[in-house]
């Protein structure tokens, strides 16, 4: 048996990488991160004539620069990990721009085997390309595949484990870059050869290159080897960019380019390419554009597009979420059946199968939001929304692509954040990407919606359409100028230069779609085992401990006993068993009297609870928002999840249970308190939009940013501004209506 | 034929590529897409909003907000 080798895939974005992937690897791959960063790594295996390939799909690139995280990773593994072969896949349609990152790679001189991808979509496009006279002279080894079908797959490995199995050195391509640039080239690369400067990572050459480009990971890294001599370098390099300034009023790294793209130029004239359509250019994807992308209709579609995606996901989660929570019931029953009553009950049933069962809930909501993101994503429409709507986000200092994770979290009521933290994976900028997560759970999420609907159906039945309106208005208001607030500040930066490539319209693979999804899922349950586990047992032991006294349950007791021994024993039997249809007008009366004197009895173990007095213990800030210590609890629940909030309010207003579906009863009963107020309800819904994200939530960003620094950021400074905003409501209220 | 700002050109309008004044990052994005001297591209459109501009390149469609497009200088060609 022969040692596995080590194979890295590379290329542009959307030239097909992740589909040859998949298509080589199947089923066999694994999903983590490159190490301290939170980019995906996928890592997979193929058996060849008992040769086992280790493939590792990098991040999409356009060049090996270092100015994103992607790149830097792409570059650093490369160089550190020495794969065997790198598998450098180009979009066959698109060839000239692809191979730009090819002579990047050649010029680094890594093992390359180039698969000439979407041979297909050529053909289609009337491009003929001559793959063995293009190995020719590149020398190096040429595939043509069509990958969404796994053609040319067979031969792609073959060559592959070919390549891998000789033994060779890195060989990397001189090209020349003009008459200014070259001798300059050659004195820094004599120099750093000489002095041995990173030679043990880049060829003496690259290294010069690099630094002609101005790349500051390789300028830094060669400073910590010899500072005095890469001081003298970059004197050489600060001459010759004075010269081409004032000679050709340009930039060395202009230059280089230009030389790169000539090269490119020449080989493909050498007998490569033929087109034979030159004309008719406007395609398929053209004249959707027309259409989609249109100053007039492009909005209007994409309102449609983003409804029906919508209504796909809740359309179709509706039965498997109904089946799962019913499915956690009969586990919470069976439990309760199985263990005996008291703690070990109330945490396995209220703690560990609530909490949990309620982010195994989420699952089907984000199965099929992901299918419809990767769906548009993977036609090429994604890019085609950030092109429309960039210009808004902006302003706000947020990017075109902030557009789908803010949908997604509820931009339209009704989404969830933890998908739309997920999605925000599309924006390559951190600052933009961080200021996109960390406002996206201002957004008006599914949970959230019970909240609205009751205290909306309690306090402004008049006009509910007209407020959920102004709901969403807000919550977009908060996130949009919050996002400003933290670009201007702790996330201040430059935005990231746009340069978006609009695919052409594809068709995703069936197989592709599913793939994606079900890495999102898994990487949600793993999360979802642990560390929600341990906050759902701590809010658990929050809302019960310390428990009522025995002296304070006896009155309960008494009362109880009272009703019951008043009875006929005939009738105490028919109290305790389940209610029927056909019960007396009496029998139910009695039932109720009792329902009121255990709700009673929740209430005061509630307020008693650790949960209570600190619902208590800040009452006299929260009195600020008008809250009291009833309305504290109860949000202190909602971040478990925020439809919580409803059934702890029905506990602390000793409503007994009370099921977020079926908010009626509590609504009524809120609408005749006295303590309650349509601006208190008000002030309540901006508390509600704004306050720490649920735990879910929390624990997503945690693992979206890769530290747990911005999932505290997150619950205290979204606590803070919520208590603002909704104490400014409350107040101002209280002040105009005084003043009327 | 005249030069002018990338910014300034209309829809179906065409040119090549004169100068690409960016350096540093965005200078390095502009090239990477393949917008070089020498380069033939025609406006396609733009978004609802005036801003990003699609252009048509050879073998593909790229966007770039109007402040990028600054840097870029087009000699119009006539159909």
């Given amino acids: 048996m022969r040692q596995e080798s080590l194979i890295a895939v590379a290329g542009n974005p959307n030239s097909g990488k992740t589909t040859l992937f998949n298509a080589i690897t199947g089923a066999r791959q694994h999903v983590g991160n490159y190490p301290g960063v939170t980019v995906e790594k996928k890592e997979g295996y193929h058996q060849h004539n008992g040769q086992s390939l280790h493939l590792v799909d990098l991040p999409g690139i ?44 050649l010029e680094l001189g890594v093992p390359l085997v180039l698969a000439l991808n ?30 969404r079908v796994g053609k040319g797959t067979d031969e792609l490995v073959r060559a592959v484990a070919k390549a891998s199995a000789e033994e060779h050195s890195w060989l990397p391509l001189r090209l020349s870059y003009g008459p200014d640039v070259d001798p300059v080239l050659d004195t820094l690369e004599k120099a750093i050869e000489d002095a041995g400067l990173l030679t043990d990572l880049y060829p003496p050459r690259w290294t010069a290159l690099k630094m002609v480009e101005g790349d500051e990971a390789i300028v830094e890294k060669a ?5 005095g001599l890469v001081n003298r370098l970059l004197q050489h390099i600060e001459d010759l960019t004075a010269h081409v300034k004032s000679t050709l009023d340009a930039y060395p790294e202009a230059l280089i380019a230009d030389y790169r793209y000539g090269f490119i130029r020449a080989l493909l004239k050498e007998r490569v ?130 557009f789908m994770p803010f949908i997604v979290s509820g931009g339209i009521a009704g989404g969830c954040a ?30 959230k919606l019970p909240v609205f609907a009751l205290l909306v159906g309690a306090f402004f039945q008049q006009s509910q359409a007209w ?19 933290l ?46 586990l341990l906050i759902s047992i701590l809010l658990w032991t929050m809302m019960t401990f310390p428990q009522l006294s025995d002296e304070a349950k006896e009155p309960f007791e008494t009362r109880r006993s009272t009703i019951l021994s008043g009875l006929p024993a005939d009738q105490r039997a028919l109290v305790e068993s389940e209610p029927a249809e056909d019960d007396s007008e009496a029998l139910r009366e009695i039932r109720d009297t009792l329902k009121e004197v255990d709700a009673e009895e929740a209430q005061l173990a509630l307020s008693s609870s650790l949960a209570g007095q600190i619902g208590k213990s800040i009452e006299p800030v929260s009195r600020l928002c008008g809250f009291d210590w009833r309305i504290n609890v109860a949000l202190l629940g909602g971040f478990a999840a925020k439809e919580v909030i409803v059934s702890t309010l029905g506990t602390a207003l000793s409503m007994g249970e009370t099921d977020p579906e079926e908010t009626s009863s509590l609504s009524d009963r809120l609408s005749s308190d006295p303590y309650w107020s349509p601006l208190l309800a008000f002030s309540l819904i901006v508390f509600s939009i704004f306050y720490a994200p649920c735990f879910v939530t929390v624990v997503c960003l945690v693992r979206e940013t890769g530290s747990w620094k911005w999932g505290i950021f997150s619950m205290i400074f979204n606590t803070i501004f919520s208590f603002v905003m909704a104490s400014l409501v409350y107040q101002a209220g209280q002040f105009f209506a005084v003043s009327i | 034929m005249s030069k002018l700002l990338l910014r300034h050109m209309n829809s179906g309008q065409k040119g090549v590529i004169c100068q690409v004044s960016a350096h540093g990052e965005l200078g390095r994005r502009i090239r990477d ?5 020498g380069t033939l591209l025609e406006v396609q459109g733009r978004a609802p909003l005036r801003d990003p501009v699609a252009i048509q390149l050879k073998d593909f469609t790229l966007t770039l907000r109007n402040n990028e497009a600054d840097y870029i200088t087009v000699e119009e060609v006539g159909d």
């Fill in chain 1, 62 to 105: 356009y060049s090996l620069t270092a100015y994103s995280l992607d790149e830097r990773i792409a570059r650093d593994f490369l160089v550190s990990e020495r794969p065997r072969v790198v598998i450098n896949i180009v979009d066959a349609s698109n060839l000239e721009r692809n191979l730009y990152l090819t002579v990047q790679f």
């Fill in chain 1, 118 to 147: 979407m041979m297909d979509e050529a053909k289609a496009r009337g491009i003929d390309i001559d793959s063995e006279e293009l190995g020719n002279l590149l020398r190096i080894p040429v595939i043509q595949t069509v990958a």
């Fill in chain 1, 223 to 227: 400073s910590q080897q010899d500072r």
């Fill in chain 1, 273 to 402: 390419i033929r087109r034979s359509d030159t004309e008719g250019r406007l395609n398929l994807s053209n004249r959707l554009d027309q259409v989609l992308t249109n100053s007039f209709l492009g909005p209007l579609l994409m309102l449609t597009i983003i409804y029906g995606m919508y209504a796909f996901t809740f359309t179709l989660s509706e039965f498997p979420v109904g089946l799962f929570e019913s499915g956690i019931e009969k586990l919470g029953e069976a439990a309760k059946f199985m263990i005996p009553d008291g703690m070990l009950q109330s945490l396995i049933v209220s703690g560990v199968i609530d909490g949990v069962g309620g982010v195994i809930g989420f699952v089907p909501i984000i199965t099929f939001m992901f299918l419809a993101i990767t769906f548009l994503e993977d036609t090429g429409y994604l890019a085609r929304a950030a092109y429309m709507l960039d210009r808004v986000f902006r302003l706000f200092g947020l990017h075109g692509n902030s």
């Fill in chain 1, 418 to 447: 933890v998908p739309g933290v997920m999605a925000a994976r599309t924006l390559s900028n951190s600052r933009e990407r961080l200021a996109t997560i960390l406002t996206v759970p201002f957004m008006n999420c599914g949970a």
């Fill in chain 1, 467 to 485: 407020m959920m309106f102004l709901i969403t208005c807000i919550s977009w208001g908060g996130a949009l100028l919050v996002a400003r607030v």
């Fill in chain 1, 487 to 532: 670009r201007g500040t702790i996330l201040r930066g430059p935005s990231t230069p746009f340069l978006l490539e609009l695919p052409p319209y594809r068709l995703p693979t069936f197989r592709g779609l599913l793939i994606h999804t079900w890495e999102r899922i898994w990487l949600y349950l793993k999360k979802a085992g642990t560390i929600i």
């Fill in chain 2, 33 to 37: 897409m393949g917008l070089v001297p």
